[in-house]
């Protein structure tokens, strides 16, 4: 029996999380696989008000001898965003050292691409984003305060240590996919000339280990660009903290939406738990209504099974999510539909119920 702790967090995260559960146990039974055992941490910005922390001191021992933690999403109105993100999602990804920021940009068959012409085979690449320094180290300091030399420092740290290891993964990752064996690099070392000449330099070094890897760098305007241009070319993306979160959210949109954008936070050494997210926020805009699209977590729930048992292939859940698009029968709101967010959790659940059968006897 495999121990998750979940965090639903605030806004939309609460009600997409109920359907990753309720599509995790509904799958799990399926599979003749031993119910999660789920314990639930009320941890957020609603427990901010009450306490005046985001989630307790000890949080990271109490979530360390858990097998994943899956989290819904943070931030709400009345916290600020730095507390809000600082104090609970970086906290645990630092804590934890997930090193790996994994993204998969996967446009699914029935899903409203934006870009004229492309299909799910034109978009299908993964960004590997650094996700424990860099650009949100936390390092910086203010000086000079109330005055008019006012100055705010915020200082990337990129330790070859990290650098190396998240280079290593994406060139590992090329070689398992087997695509295109191509690893393109997010860079901008044109401007940011310590931190990105470094990642450059990196990258070189770690390319001549995979002599078998084709290798692209771009600066990460233009990646942002040919993203949109040729989303055919990309393979495994690997991209700094900052670089790697503002390209997912494009990619995302390559993907129909933030709906459709899941996300994996791994500790890649086993020392650690690693923790599963969908890449969207809170969406306070929407939250309690029962309108916000459950996909993103529901496939960054399939990712967590393949983390927790990989020696299964968990594709089947990819599938019912592309059938149920397909089908247009039960979607939410920002798909064109009219079905809440639990009919479209309920939807999957008896699609996969159909797929398991079929597929897996
Ligand atoms: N689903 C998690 C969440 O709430 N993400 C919001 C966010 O701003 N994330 C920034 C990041 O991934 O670094």
């Avoid at 990642?199 to 070094?205: A, G, H, Q, V």
């Amino acid at each position: 029996m495999k121990r998750i702790a979940v965090i639903p967090g605030d806004g939309i995260g609460k009600e997409v999380t109920a359907e990753g559960i309720k599509v995790l146990q509904h799958y799990l039974a399926l599979r003749n696989l031993k119910e999660a055992d789920l314990t639930h941490y009320p941890w957020g910005c609603e427990y901010y008000h009450e306490k005046g922390e985001m989630m307790p001191v000890d949080a990271l021992d109490t979530l360390q001898s858990y097998d994943a933690i899956l989290l819904g999403a943070v931030g709400y109105p009345g916290v600020p965003d730095h507390v809000s993100l600082r104090d609970l999602l970086l906290k645990i990804r630092q804590g934890f050292d997930q090193s790996v920021n994994l993204r998969p940009i996967k446009l699914l068959k029935g899903a409203p691409c934006p870009l004229k012409n492309k299909k799910p085979e034109d978009i299908d690449f993964v960004v590997i984003r650094e996700n424990v320094e860099g650009e949100y180290s936390g390092d910086g300091h203010f000086e000079n305060m109330d005055t008019e030399e006012a100055t705010a420092y915020q200082t990337g740290v990129f330790t070859k240590k990290n650098t190396d290891r998240i280079m290593k993964y994406a060139f590992d990752l090329a070689q398992k996919r087997n695509k295109f064996n191509k690893v393109t690099s997010t860079t901008k070392s044109n401007a940011l000339n310590y931190s990105m000449v470094f990642w450059d330099e990196r990258f070189k070094s770690i390319a001549a280990q995979y002599p078998d890897i084709k290798t692209e760098v771009n600066h990460v305007d233009a990646i942002s660009m040919y993203f949109i241009q040729r989303p055919e070319t990309f393979d495994v993306v690997v991209a700094s903290n900052l670089f790697g979160d503002i390209i997912t959210d494009l990619g995302a949109a390559l993907q129909g939406g933030l709906g459709f954008a899941a996300s994996a936070n791994l500790n890649i050494e086993g020392t650690y738990p690693s923790m599963f997210e969908p890449v969207h926020g809170s969406a306070p805009q929407i939250a309690g209504q029962q309108i916000a699209n459950p996909m993103a977590m529901i496939w960054t729930v399939k990712m967590m099974l393949d983390h927790l048992y990989p020696e299964l292939s968990h594709e089947v859940i990819v599938e019912a999510l592309e059938e149920i698009l397909v089908e247009e029968k039960h979607l939410t709101k920002d798909l064109g539909g009219h079905a809440t967010t639990s009919e479209v959790g309920t939807a999957i659940c008896n699609r996969l119920s159909t797929l398991v059968t079929l597929h897996l006897g």
